[in-house]
């Protein structure tokens, strides 16, 4: 058979077909074989790819991210090839369901029920509105034009990263917060500072030697140190506002006693429960000696008394209300270069020196200071309170960790 024999065939052939298939209304169907694809298509499918991609657990390398948008992309190009077999596909199914419905289906047997038609009843009531479309939210970055750096895959990063350190603090936070925010209440930036200030304040320091002294020792930001500390702080003060009792006279003039009365200026070593060999060791050193007092003050394990050289705000001889009465008790007939002796504390061990004494202030006058000291007794209160009522409400809240860290593993050994 010649080419053009044959070629005629064919031809011949395709019409008949055509015919045929015009007659069963699939004509329609295959008519729509070439199908062309948006480019804001093609861009969607790429993103939405890479998308599901970084949702998964982990995020993706940056290898596999370049892999898969390159793969993606030679797909879209292969769109018109699939796009027919998708059509014909769709045809096929088409005629396959023409040639069913035109026979009524088997009878049931007895005893058997026929199954209910699937076609819905009509609705009567008012059409429903359609839903909300849910908008991504923006990604964190963009690469390569168009392919998105997404919230949940730099979420991932950071968790890996820093979330075994930070997942704990967190999630405190949030107690105190929501905690807070039960009662309707609200904290203002400038209240903020203002604690902040007289944190700063107390320990004899300006705020830009607690940013550049304080706060590096314990891996913050000042912004950090607000957010973590101070906020918290205020936060559960306001609550524990609630409970305290009423202040009486006489814890009032105890306190106008520890303001105002005769204090001593010093300087103070501390050491933790765990340094009680440590601590008994230096002692017999620095006990006779300024200069190894002066050099282990600055060496001590408390990073804020070290940066002081051991130096704090001026202790008085009377114990304030509600306030730790060891080191008014060690210090009450301290003299002018005289060390304390080691004493045993809730925390750990502490000796204090004195420097200087300073006179009581004879210009306040109970009556003039009593309002001022009022508030000074309910705050002391409060700081006690705090860890109770933090502790209430961790036992309330009952926090549940879903993430597991895993332990690194261990360096293979040659």
Same mark, same amino acid.
């Given at each position: 058979m010649t080419e053009g024999t044959l070629s005629s065939r064919l031809a011949r052939g395709r019409k008949m077909l055509r015919a045929r298939l015009a007659r069963r209304g699939v004509a329609e169907v295959t008519a729509g074989l070439a199908l062309a694809v948006p480019a804001s298509l093609a861009t969607a499918t790429v993103r939405n790819a890479v998308h599901t991609l970084t949702r998964t657990a982990g995020a993706v390398p940056a290898g596999v991210l370049f892999l898969?948008?390159?793969?993606?992309? *030679?797909?879209?190009?292969?769109?018109?090839?699939?796009?027919?077999?998708?059509?014909?596909?769709?045809?096929?199914?088409?005629?396959?369901?023409?040639?069913? *419905?035109?026979?009524?289906?088997?009878?049931?047997?007895?005893?058997? *029920?026929?199954?209910? *038609?699937?076609?819905?009843?009509?609705?009567?009531?008012?059409?429903?509105?359609?839903?909300?479309?849910?908008?991504?939210?923006?990604?964190?970055?963009?690469?390569?034009?168009?392919?998105?750096?997404?919230?949940?895959?730099?979420?991932?990063?950071?968790?890996?990263?820093?979330?075994?350190?930070?997942?704990?603090?967190?999630?405190?936070?949030?107690?105190?917060?929501?905690?807070?925010?039960?009662?309707?209440?609200?904290?203002?930036?400038?209240?903020?500072?203002?604690?902040?200030?007289?944190?700063i304040k107390s320990l004899g320091i300006t705020r830009a030697n607690f940013v550049t002294e304080i706060l590096p020792r314990y891996g913050k930001t000042l912004e950090e140190w607000t957010e973590d500390v101070i906020t918290p702080r205020l936060m559960l003060s306001q609550l524990c506002k609630v409970n305290i009792p009423a202040t009486t006279e006489a814890e009032l003039r105890q306190q106008f006693a520890a303001r105002y009365g005769e204090k001593i200026s010093c300087r103070v070593i501390t050491w933790t429960k765990d340094e009680g060999a440590e601590s008994q060791k230096a002692y017999e050193r620095i006990h006779d000696n300024e200069n190894e007092f002066r050099d282990y003050a600055r060496r001590q394990s408390e990073p804020t008394l070290a940066t002081t050289g051991g130096r704090v705000a001026p202790i008085p001889r009377t114990p304030t209300v509600n306030g730790n009465n060891t080191i008014p008790h060690v210090t009450a007939k301290l003299k002018v270069g005289e060390i304390s002796p080691l004493t045993k504390t809730e925390t750990g061990f502490i000796v204090v020196k004195c420097d200087r004494v300073i006179p009581a202030d004879k210009s306040k006058s109970f009556d003039n200071e009593k309002a001022a000291l009022l508030m000074e007794v309910a705050q002391a209160r409060i700081d006690l309170e705090i860890p109770k009522l933090f502790d209430e409400l961790k036992r309330e809240a009952k926090p549940k960790f879903h993430l597991k860290f895993p332990d690194p593993a261990p360096a293979p050994k040659n």
């Open positions: 898969t948008e390159g793969a993606v992309k *030679s797909m879209i190009v292969k769109w018109k090839l699939a796009g027919a077999m998708i059509a014909a596909c769709v045809g096929l199914t088409g005629l396959g369901a023409w040639q069913t *419905s035109a026979h009524p289906p088997a009878p049931a047997a007895p005893g058997q *029920s026929v199954a209910a *038609s699937p076609v819905p009843l009509l609705d009567k009531r008012a059409p429903e509105k359609a839903p909300a479309v849910r908008k991504e939210p923006e990604p964190v970055a963009t690469i390569f034009g168009d392919v998105p750096i997404t919230r949940e895959a730099f979420a991932d990063h950071l968790i890996r990263r820093y979330g075994k350190k930070e997942l704990d603090l967190f999630v405190n936070k949030q107690v105190i917060a929501h905690a807070f925010g039960r009662k309707g209440w609200t904290i203002k930036g400038d209240d903020v500072m203002a604690a902040l200030d007289t944190e």
